[in-house]
């Protein structure tokens, strides 16, 4: 092969590589597979029985009211869905407040309260009492972490959040 050849095939190659992604350079097809994100919610204290604390409430979205279900939100143009937030945690009886029924996990103090992936910055947290009354409700930003997954592809992430008994 003559020198501008050999250099043109070489040219050409990489380029099949790149436009074709098996470089890793290309566009990256992600896998539908399901997962959830995680919010830890801290509430320093609630481990012991005499704090009274009996659950935890998430909702996601900044004009979101833990244990309220949002409004249905309406689409804007035909065949357009755009889902509201839902409200996820569950309540002292064991029952969700919608119809979402994730499983909160608790490891002494913390909290852990699966959610939807992609969840809003933004939302508040509630925490209870074994009357179902609220103790403390407050905003909070969430801080996602990815935990898994790739950067082009996301994974599966968690929040940490501390609520303090007043």
């Known amino acids: 092969m003559r020198r501008g050849t050999r250099g043109l095939a070489t040219a050409s190659a990489v380029l099949v590589l790149v436009t074709t992604g098996c470089a890793g350079i290309g566009p990256t097809a ?7 994100d995680t919010v830890a919610v801290e509430v320093p204290g609630s481990a ?3 704090s009274g604390v009996a659950g935890i409430v998430v909702c996601q979205g900044p004009d979101c009211t833990p244990g309220v279900p949002p409004e249905p939100a309406v689409p804007t143009a035909p065949g357009e869905a755009t889902p509201g937030a839902p409200a996820v945690g569950t ?3 064991g029952t969700a407040p919608t119809a979402v029924l994730p499983m909160v996990e608790r490891d002494g103090d913390v909290w852990s309260v699966p959610t939807s992936p992609d969840t809003a910055g933004r939302g508040h947290v509630a925490v209870l009492g074994a009357d179902g009354r609220v103790l ?3 905003g909070v930003h969430f801080t996602w972490v990815r935990h898994g997954g790739s950067e082009q592809c996301g994974g599966p992430s968690t929040a940490e959040v501390v609520v303090r008994l007043p």
């Open 30 to 36: 992600c896998t539908a597979i399901g997962r959830t």
């Open 48 to 50: 012991d029985p005499a």
């Open 91 to 93: 309540l002292p009886d």
């Open 136 to 138: 403390v409700e407050r």
